[in-house]
């Protein structure tokens, strides 16, 4: 049983540019929720899929995307990056409420 | 809103010494709680949990009860080891649609040899 991947696990971006991050859920888990961690803090919960639907979502703005796709996979997506988006990324797959999370993905927007 | 709220770090042990870090929460209802460890340049790990009033979890030789009359969930250790060093997370699972995680910010554990 494969657990969950994240990719990449490191990015630097620009402010102002775009990015996606990518999720692999663990084996048959249908939902997948995404975590933003900024240093020094807890995370923080951005939104959730369920069967490809979003079903939740925290306080972040609307430029704070996502899909998830029918292998249950999932991409978060930000535009218009801010200096304030530099953070670790965590995504967690979840099948009746127990969570597998990634080991995240460390963007840096510079 | 819910809410977690943990002892602030960091918190710096000798081995063998014996570990607490506190934790309560704020919720309506009664949440599922949760101890989340995290070393250095990983994810989170699911450490141990508790579904109800009075329940233990434990792993590891970590141990938290679930205390209702003082909305705590304490996370201790009987004797630590160098490895244990970590940021430890406590959370809640709120209700509702998406059972969303609320985290505490982490604790810092540093053990010493």
């Known amino acids: 049983e494969t657990g969950v991947t994240q990719s990449p696990t490191h990015l630097i971006k620009t402010r102002g540019q775009q990015v996606t991050l990518r999720c692999s859920s663990q084996?048959?888990?249908?939902?997948v929720s995404w975590y933003q961690q900024a240093l020094g803090q807890g995370p923080q919960f951005i939104f959730q899929?369920?069967?490809?639907?979003?079903?939740g979502r925290g306080n972040f703005p609307p430029r704070f995307s996502g899909l998830q796709f029918p292998n249950y996979s999932s991409e978060l997506n930000v535009n218009a990056l801010e200096l304030d988006d530099s953070a670790l990324y965590l995504c967690?797959?979840?099948?009746?409420?127990?969570?597998?999370f990634g080991s995240g993905t460390r963007l840096t927007v510079v | 809103g819910d809410s977690v709220t943990q002892m602030e770090g960091p918190v710096t042990l000798s081995e063998e010494a014996f570990l607490t870090i506190n934790c309560t929460y704020t919720a309506t209802g009664y949440p599922s709680l949760f101890w989340y460890v995290q070393y250095p340049g990983e994810g989170l790990q699911l450490l141990l949990k508790?579904?109800?009033?009075?329940d233990k979890g434990s792993n590891k030789g970590f141990e938290a009860t679930y205390r209702k009359e003082t909305t705590s969930f304490h996370l201790e250790k009987g004797s630590v080891q160098v490895s244990d060093s970590a940021v430890y997370f406590c959370?809640?699972?709120?209700?509702?649609?998406?059972?969303?995680?609320?985290f505490g910010t982490g604790t810092l554990l540093a053990v010493q040899p």
């Open positions: 899929y369920y069967r490809e639907e979003e079903n």
């Open positions: 508790a579904t109800k009033a009075d």
């Open positions: 967690a797959s979840s099948l009746d409420y127990g969570y597998t």
């Open positions: 959370a809640l699972r709120e209700g509702g649609a998406t059972n969303k995680l609320i």
């Open positions: 084996s048959g888990h249908n939902t």
